[in-house]
């Protein structure tokens, strides 16, 4: 089965301009998560989608957005680009929020690769 | 708020030996979820093991354990039998037992990395 797939891999912007990212999630998985990884540290976490509903949003400003699909796919929006948004954009998926027999969370999310953007 | 703290920045280890990273976090939170991901240079994070915070039994999965200590909040990674494919940055995570409508969203460190020596 394909894993969580990201695109484009790579990608060049310039300051003010806008950029849009994709996610493909694992089949069967309903939730979507975007997290923003800067160069030497952790991802942070940016939102969650599940059923097409927002779920979280992280301390992220209002430049950001994000949508999610019928068939669960997922596109992250950045506007108005600043340097210090150049970072590697991870998505990831999970078949729900919580166990639908234990009703326990933690159900592990699967990282796309990630696409790497950087701003001039 | 969750914070997760990963206070060695680098580590090295001979092929074959034991290797143990640490990881310490602070939440107000009872029950809740710990993970170690792996990055390799590849970039692709890799879940390497999972531990639920209501069991008090410590995860394994084959070569990775982990030392569960709540009550110090404390999170750490045994990897036994290094090899050289483990070299990766280690990422020790918290995630919150989600309520009904409620997100479950990652809290990272800020990583480790692994050399292992030949």
């Known amino acids: 089965d394909a894993g969580v797939t990201q695109s484009p891999t790579h990608l060049i912007k310039t300051r003010g301009q806008q950029v849009t990212l994709r996610c493909s999630p694992i089949?069967?998985?309903?939730?979507v998560s975007w997290y923003q990884q800067v160069l030497g540290q952790g991802p942070q976490f940016i939102f969650q989608?599940?059923?097409?509903?927002?779920?979280g949003r992280g301390n992220f400003p209002d430049r950001f957005s994000a949508r999610q699909f019928p068939n669960y796919s997922s596109e992250l929006n950045v506007n108005a680009l600043l340097l210090g948004d150049s970072a590697l954009y991870l998505c990831?998926?999970?078949?729900?929020?919580?166990?639908?027999?234990?009703?326990?969370?933690?159900?592990?999310?699967?990282f796309g690769d990630g696409t790497r953007l950087s701003i001039l | 708020a969750q914070t997760v703290t990963q206070s060695q920045p680098e580590m090295s280890v001979q092929e074959a030996e034991t290797v143990t990273l640490s990881c310490t976090y602070d939440?107000?939170?009872?029950?809740?979820?710990l993970f170690w991901y792996k990055q390799p240079p590849s970039r692709q994070m890799i879940l390497v093991i999972r531990?639920?915070?209501?069991?008090?039994q410590n995860a394994t999965e084959n070569r990775f354990s982990v030392n569960f200590q709540k009550a110090a909040k404390s999170f750490s990674l045994k990897i036994s039998d290094s090899q050289l494919g483990d070299t990766a940055m280690y990422f020790c995570?918290?995630?919150?037992?989600?309520?009904?409508?409620?997100?479950?969203?990652?809290?990272f460190g800020k990583g480790i990395t692994l050399s292992v020596r030949p």
């Open positions: 995570a918290f995630m919150k037992h989600n309520a009904a409508g409620a997100n479950s969203k990652l809290t």
């Open positions: 531990q639920e915070a209501y069991k008090q």
């Open positions: 989608y599940y059923e097409k509903e927002e779920r």
């Open positions: 990831a998926s999970s078949p729900e929020l919580r166990d639908r027999v234990t009703n326990f969370g933690g159900q592990p999310q699967h």
């Open positions: 939440t107000s939170e009872n029950n809740y979820y």
């Open positions: 089949s069967g998985h309903k939730s």
